[in-house]
């Protein structure tokens, strides 16, 4: 079993910047961020080096192995950003074929206009 702790979230102004922190309590195999807008299906923000159109340019993902953490830099924020955003992991069992899915308890971002 991991747990996922996300931290950074928070009210910006439009234009301004977050960092998002995403701790695993042990050691994973692919993150990735996503996010769920009110209404909205939750959708992937970014992942290894792929991210959704909406964010490229504006979001850099980076990990940090020897910390378990992963981190979501957003820049120019809009307001079509807010959203609660998840941290998610992956870890494969070697030798079993095996992989478990994990998710982060969310963090709220919010852009105002």
């Known amino acids: 079993q991991v747990q996922l702790v996300e931290s950074g979230g928070g009210l910006v102004h439009a234009g301004g910047s977050l960092a998002l922190s995403c701790v695993a309590s042990?050691?994973?195999?692919?993150m990735g961020w996503y996010r769920q807008a009110p209404g909205k299906q939750r959708e992937l923000v970014a992942a290894?080096?792929n991210y959704a159109d909406s964010v490229k340019g504006r979001f850099t993902i980076s990990r940090d192995n020897a910390k378990n953490t992963m981190y979501l830099q957003m820049n120019s924020l809009k307001p079509e950003d807010t959203a609660v955003y998840y941290c998610?992991?992956?870890?494969?069992?070697?030798?079993?074929?095996?992989?478990?899915?994990?998710w982060g308890q969310g963090t709220q971002v919010t852009v105002s206009s």
């Open positions: 290894s080096t």
């Open positions: 998610y992991a992956e870890r494969t069992i070697p030798g079993s074929g095996r992989s478990y899915a994990y």
């Open positions: 042990g050691s994973t195999d692919a």
